[in-house]
């Protein structure tokens, strides 16, 4: 996790610790959950979904998203910024990269175009890969066919 998420984990904790000493005996999260209502039971899915929605509202967003699209935008955003596959495989959760794969591949072919520019650009430089594109040109065009 990321120093910030660990950084509103923690103050989710210490809040959570406040709402505990305040409730006393009326606490009830003998679980330890994580997340829970004001008075430590569980979140029941329900209410969670409710809220989900609410937001989406408020946030401006079509209605018909679900919470399991949150997972889906990150992994193809993860995939579209360059995360290697066996990176977001993990941090999904994932058995192996064949799942992923299974899943995110569709994504993957358009990047193809990317990966050779970027390879030429490593190999050649980027005023090389510029030059060797106007030679190629400047041939194809001096060519009689």
Do not use: C
């Not at 505990?20 to 005996?25: A, D, I, M, V």
């Not at 969670?48 to 937001?55: D, E, M, N, P, S």
């Not at 596959?85 to 569709?106: C, D, F, M, P, W």
């Amino acid at each position: 996790m990321t120093p910030y998420v660990l950084g509103l984990l923690d103050q989710h904790h210490r809040q959570q610790t406040l709402e505990r000493l305040t409730k006393g005996s009326a606490w009830n999260n003998k679980d330890g959950y994580v997340f829970a209502t004001r008075d430590g039971r569980m979140l029941w899915p329900n209410d969670v979904w409710a809220t989900f929605k609410r937001l989406l509202k408020k946030a401006g967003l079509r209605s018909n998203i679900r919470i399991h699209d949150l997972r889906h935008a990150m992994a193809s955003f993860w995939l579209a910024n360059g995360v290697p596959i066996k990176i977001v495989s993990e941090r999904l959760g994932h058995a192996n990269i064949s799942i992923t794969l299974q899943v995110y591949g569709h994504l993957l072919p358009n990047m193809q175009e990317q990966a050779a520019a970027d390879m030429e650009e490593a190999f050649l430089g980027t005023r090389a890969a510029e030059t060797s594109i106007n030679t190629v040109t400047s041939r194809i065009q001096d060519t009689d066919f």
